[in-house]
């Protein structure tokens, strides 16, 4: 069966210092992946997926992310934050043969001044 | 183009009660997925629909159902609410599964009193 870890609950910050937020999965089969992000009282917005192919994947607002078949991981990262930023961070894993999403429990990223 | 919409955005109701969900997907998309949040719980997948059909169900109890339209919109019903059906339910529509980009709406927000 899938599952995905993320490794941290919470990560705090400062504005313009560099992130990883990190992301394990385990599949017995090929999987894509994914990383999405929520804003308070928002839905999820997609920043990047890994289909096939190169295995770093750039997103939207700068952020990135690197796909590792040998440890199973998916790790997102981003130079420098920003305030705005701040949000919750979902890493997700969905199978060839089927459409639903397997989610990680989310990490809370802050950053402040 | 208009993304995904759900309907209603907040509800309260109380136990025993059934409730109906809407999800409206964006144009052109056929499949619909339906997830459940909750802080204890997270993310979870809930079932699938692909041209009015259901093609993937989550572990949820028969209370939680389904069904699609011809017109791609999807609703959600459940049915003997408890209180632990407090969620946030969100929907996402895709073009074509699987792997492809899910978008998800605002979701709607079910109070259970």
């Known amino acids: 069966a899938q599952s995905v870890t993320q490794l941290d609950s919470q990560v705090p910050v400062f504005e313009e210092a560099p992130v990883e937020l990190r992301c394990n999965y385990s599949?017995?089969?090929?999987?894509?992946l994914f990383w999405y992000v929520q804003y308070p009282n928002q839905g999820l917005q997609l920043l990047l997926k890994?289909?096939?192919?190169?295995?770093l994947v750039k997103g939207i607002n700068g952020f990135e992310a690197e796909f590792n078949k040998s440890q199973t991981s998916f790790h997102l990262r981003k130079p420098s934050v920003h305030i705005s930023d701040t949000a919750e961070y979902f890493c997700?894993?969905?199978?060839?043969?089927?459409?639903?999403?397997?989610f990680g429990k989310g990490t809370t990223l802050s950053v402040s001044s | 183009k208009a993304g995904v919409t759900q309907t209603p955005r907040y509800l309260i109701k109380t136990r025993g009660q059934q409730v109906t969900l809407s999800c409206s997907p964006i144009s052109g998309h056929r499949s619909v997925s339906w997830y459940q949040q909750t802080p204890g719980q997270g993310l979870q997948f809930l079932f699938e629909?692909?041209?009015?059909?259901?093609?993937n169900k989550g572990n949820f109890p028969g209370r939680f159902s389904g069904r699609q339209f011809s017109s791609s919109r999807s609703e959600m019903n459940v049915s003997t609410l408890e209180l632990g059906d407090s969620a946030l339910y969100l929907c996402?529509?895709?073009?074509?599964?699987?792997?492809?980009?899910?978008?998800f709406g605002p979701g709607t927000r079910l109070t259970v009193l």
């Open positions: 629909y692909f041209s009015e059909t259901q093609r």
């Open positions: 996402a529509s895709s073009l074509k599964p699987p792997g492809d980009t899910q978008y």
């Open positions: 890994y289909l096939s192919g190169s295995t």
């Open positions: 997700a894993v969905s199978e060839f043969i089927g459409t639903a999403l397997i």
């Open positions: 599949s017995s089969v090929s999987v894509y």
